[in-house]
Structures are given as structure tokens and as C-alpha cells.
């Protein structure tokens, strides 16, 4: 059954041709575009709006598109993209101050992700760029910082282990939490990293 989006791209066609190309193109990916969004939102009605969204802007732009080239990894790009601005959309409607809590936010994500497996897509894949970010820390930072959030140890414990001081313990993580913040803000995940845990973790 064509959606409501679907019935929109098909006032915009002008051929019939256009017309067997958006069918052959719904019939193919719609199902898979919808599942892929589910990975990410976990709402099936999100993941339906957010799949009918990228066929119609397909079609808004098809002059602009090279269909001669693979369209699936096309699609599943836009359904990623789109998937996670969602989710930023719907943090800044949470009422949490980042700025005061997203380091507590991070520390916190990154000890119990150590003790439990994620379902989520877009959180598997969090936590593969915080493991790229980690493992470029200098070499006392990511040994610091392994042992307090990985492992678990308390500031004292790693002081004597690695045998320096408790501030120098301190500065190590401040600064790793720091790399983390630019780096995931960069990549584009951190609005949508404090959202799926805020709600879970509250100062």
C-alpha cells in the first residue's frame, strides 16, 4: 500500500515511465529503508516517516541524482543522516544543560556500554568512535583513562599503579573527556549520544 509521501511523488510525476521507476524503486528498498531507521530511532513510525521522507526527496531531486550509479548505499546514507538528525532535533527539546553535564553524560555511557552489549545501530556505532578516539590519546592518557572508565579502577589506584600523582590522574581524564567531546561533536554523534542516555544517567 502507497503512503501518504508516496502519493505526494506521484502528483509530481509527469510520465508514466517516472510512475513505473517509483514503484519497481518503493517495492525494492522501502521495507529494508524502514528497518535500517528502526536501528537507529527504535520507533517504527519515526523509521516509517523517515524512509517515506528520503523517496520523496529522491524523487524532489531525481534530475539531480546519478540512478546509473548503486542507489541502495545512496538510500541507506540518507536514511543514516536523516536518522540522526532526528535524534539532535529531539534533544534540544530535552531539558538538560550540556554544558554542565556532558562530561558526567560521557563517563557514565562509557562504563556501563563496557558492561552491556547495545542493540542500537547509531550506538554501536558511538562506540566505535570513541574507541578510534581513545586509542589516539597519548599513551599516559589512554592508559589513565582505560583503567579508570574501562576497567573501573579509583584515582588512587591508578596513581600507585602507574606511579604518579592523583591530580596527574585527574588532568589525564579531564583531558581524554575533553578529546571525546570535540571529536564525537565533530563526527556529528554527541547530541544524539546525550539524548539516548540522559534520560538514564541524571547527575
Known sequence: ????????????????????????LFKQYYATLKLYAMRYVNNKEIAE??????????????????FS?????????????????????????????????????????????VMHQED???????????????NELPEQCRKVFTLSR????ANKDIANQL??????????ITKALKELKIHLQKQGYLEALLLLISCKFKP
Request: hydrophobic share 40%; charged share 25%.
Open 163 to 172: 606511579d604518579i600523582s592523583v591530580k596527574t590522574v585527574e588532568k589525564h
Open 150 to 153: 574501562n576497567i573501573g579502577l
Open 49 to 66: 516517516d523517515i524512509a517515506q521522507d528520503v523517496f520523496f526527496y529522491v524523487w524532489e531531486n531525481r534530475a539531480k541524482i546519478d
Open 120 to 134: 542500537s545501530l547509531l550506538l554501536k556505532e558511538i562506540n566505535a568512535e570513541i574507541t578510534a578516539c581513545v
Open 69 to 113: 550509479a548503486p542507489i541502495r548505499p545512496y538510500l541507506l546514507k540518507a536514511i543514516f543522516n536523516r536518522s540522526v538528525n532526528h535524534s539532535k532535533s529531539k534533544y534540544a527539546t530535552v531539558n538538560v544543560s550540556i554544558e554542565e553535564n556532558i562530561d558526567y553524560y560521557i563517563e557514565k555511557y562509557i562504563q556501563t556500554s
Open 1 to 24: 500500500m502507497i503512503t501518504f509521501a508516496a502519493d505526494q511523488i506521484y502528483r509530481t510525476m509527469r510520465t508514466e515511465e517516472d510512475l513505473t521507476f517509483f514503484e519497481d
